[in-house]
């Protein structure tokens, strides 16, 4: 480019710097290419622009009829445009799926269509179905009356029935058992199966990792630490869905129950004392009621709560025994907000008081 002035004077050497023009008038070529049967959930469109070539896209779902799209996470791949759909988070039922792509000159172009003029509409899930099951399995004798010749008769059998839930005291061990299958009931192989735990007092972490075997089952032993819930997760592969199943496991808080004397005469006092080993105790100490058995029922006459260590101290004067008396008590731990633990009592004890006859 050179100018001229109003006297008509110019001069093509003092033009400016050239300057390279693009123009590209035509917008691309985009169309999908059929789902891969390896990995369902991939999606690719093809982006054709000869002159200034692709720049960015999208690709877009929607549930079929709604008119209603969803992005997905899109990038650029070479020559293509590449999304993920994940079937594990959508409700299931018939989509229509688009892309739309631009060049470097923003021409821009959609499809609906794949590559063979057939319409992209995907059936989800596009993955297989998973289950996973687990669970504490546990023996019991089952009877059964029934009535031959005129005659009753009872019959046993055992049976295995798993629990989803159980009460585990502190320190004892369950097996937890699991299985990872298809839709059609067939175990999946060396599948990676991962434990996490959650509680009251402490988010959901990792807390361990199994392997299914040929017959997609698993084995996890439980200790009884706190009360927690323990989630098995399967997060799935490239054409199988993920899978998760729980099991609570309910700790009762435990505490040991000693008292000094045994054997007392009426008017006399004995201590109470023990340690609660279900820790770590709550700020402040943990609440322990102390019980005595009278006429089959068990009344609480002491609260106290222990030190931060979980010991406790109970001083206590017998002044109402006529003749010879046996006492039985015992420590009940009840439930508190802020401690992962349920409602627990200790083994109880005896103690032998002689009053006036």
Same mark, same amino acid.
């Given at each position: 480019?050179?100018?001229?002035?109003?006297?008509?004077?110019?001069?093509?050497?003092?033009?400016?710097?050239?300057?390279?023009?693009?123009?590209?008038?035509?917008?691309?070529?985009?169309?999908?290419?059929?789902?891969?049967?390896?990995?369902?959930?991939?999606?690719?469109?093809?982006?054709?622009?000869?002159?200034?070539?692709?720049?960015?896209?999208?690709?877009?779902?929607?549930?079929?009829?709604?008119?209603?799209?969803?992005?997905?996470?899109?990038?650029?791949?070479?020559?293509?445009?590449?999304?993920?759909?994940?079937?594990?988070?959508?409700?299931?039922?018939?989509?229509?799926?688009?892309?739309?792509?631009?060049?470097?000159?923003?021409?821009?172009?959609?499809?609906?269509?794949?590559?063979?003029?057939?319409?992209?509409?995907?059936?989800?899930?596009?993955?297989?179905?998973?289950?996973?099951?687990?669970?504490?399995?546990?023996?019991?004798?089952?009877?059964?009356?029934?009535?031959?010749?005129?005659?009753?008769?009872?019959?046993?059998?055992?049976?295995?029935? $798993?629990?989803?839930?159980?009460?585990? *005291?502190? /320190?004892?061990?369950? =097996?937890?058992?699991? !299985? %990872?299958?298809? +839709?059609?009931?067939?175990?999946?192989?060396?599948?990676?199966?991962?434990?996490?735990?959650?509680?009251?007092?402490?988010?959901?972490?990792?807390?361990?990792?199994?392997?299914?075997?040929?017959?997609?089952?698993?084995?996890?032993?439980?200790?009884?630490?706190?009360?927690?819930?323990?989630?098995?997760?399967?997060?799935?592969?490239?054409?199988?869905?993920?899978?998760?199943?729980?099991?609570?496991?309910?700790?009762?808080?435990?505490?040991?129950?000693?008292?000094?004397?045994?054997?007392?005469?009426?008017?006399?006092?004995?201590?109470?004392?023990?340690? $609660?080993?279900?820790?770590?105790?709550? *700020?402040? /100490?943990?609440?322990? =009621?102390?019980?005595? !058995? %009278?006429?089959? +029922?068990?009344?609480?006459?002491?609260?106290?709560?222990?030190?931060?260590?979980?010991?406790?101290?109970?001083?206590?004067?017998?002044?109402?025994?006529?003749?010879?008396?046996?006492?039985?008590?015992?420590?009940?731990?009840?439930?508190?907000?802020?401690?992962?633990?349920?409602?627990?009592?200790?083994?109880?004890?005896?103690?032998?008081?002689?009053?006036?006859?």
């Amino acid at each position: 480019m050179w100018r001229h002035d109003a006297a008509g004077n110019t001069d093509p050497d003092a033009a400016s710097v050239p300057v390279t023009l693009r123009y590209d008038p035509e917008p691309p070529q985009v169309s999908f290419n059929p789902p891969d049967a390896s990995d369902p959930t991939l999606i690719t469109a093809p982006v054709v622009d000869k002159i200034s070539g692709l720049a960015d896209g999208s690709i877009e779902i929607s549930p079929a009829g709604s008119g209603t799209w969803q992005a997905l996470k899109t990038t650029t791949d070479g020559g293509r445009l590449v999304a993920r759909i994940d079937d594990a988070t959508l409700p299931a039922g018939s989509y229509q799926v688009r892309a739309t792509a631009h060049d470097q000159a923003h021409n821009e172009a959609s499809t609906t269509q794949r590559s063979d003029g057939q319409p992209m509409t995907l059936t989800l899930p596009l993955r297989i179905a998973t289950t996973l099951g687990a669970g504490i399995p546990r023996e019991r004798i089952e009877r059964t009356t029934v009535r031959r010749h005129g005659k009753r008769r009872v019959t046993q059998r055992r049976v295995t029935r $798993v629990f989803h839930s159980i009460a585990l *005291a502190l /320190g004892r061990r369950a =097996q937890i058992a699991g !299985q %990872l299958t298809n +839709r059609d009931g067939q175990g999946l192989a060396g599948a990676d199966v991962q434990v996490l735990e959650s509680s009251e007092t402490t988010p959901e972490h990792l807390i361990g990792d199994v392997t299914t075997d040929p017959a997609g089952r698993f084995t996890y032993t439980a200790s009884g630490t706190t009360s927690r819930t323990l989630r098995f997760t399967y997060a799935g592969s490239a054409v199988t869905l993920p899978a998760q199943s729980s099991v609570r496991l309910v700790t009762p808080a435990a505490s040991s129950l000693r008292v000094n004397r045994s054997r007392v005469l009426n008017g006399q006092s004995v201590t109470f004392g023990g340690h $609660v080993a279900s820790v770590p105790v709550p *700020a402040g /100490g943990k609440l322990v =009621q102390l019980e005595v !058995q %009278l006429a089959g +029922r068990w009344q609480t006459f002491r609260t106290v709560r222990t030190d931060q260590a979980g010991n406790w101290s109970v001083p206590y004067k017998f002044a109402r025994t006529r003749g010879i008396q046996w006492y039985r008590f015992r420590v009940e731990l009840p439930r508190e907000a802020g401690y992962p633990f349920a409602a627990g009592t200790s083994k109880s004890i005896r103690v032998r008081v002689r009053g006036r006859a």
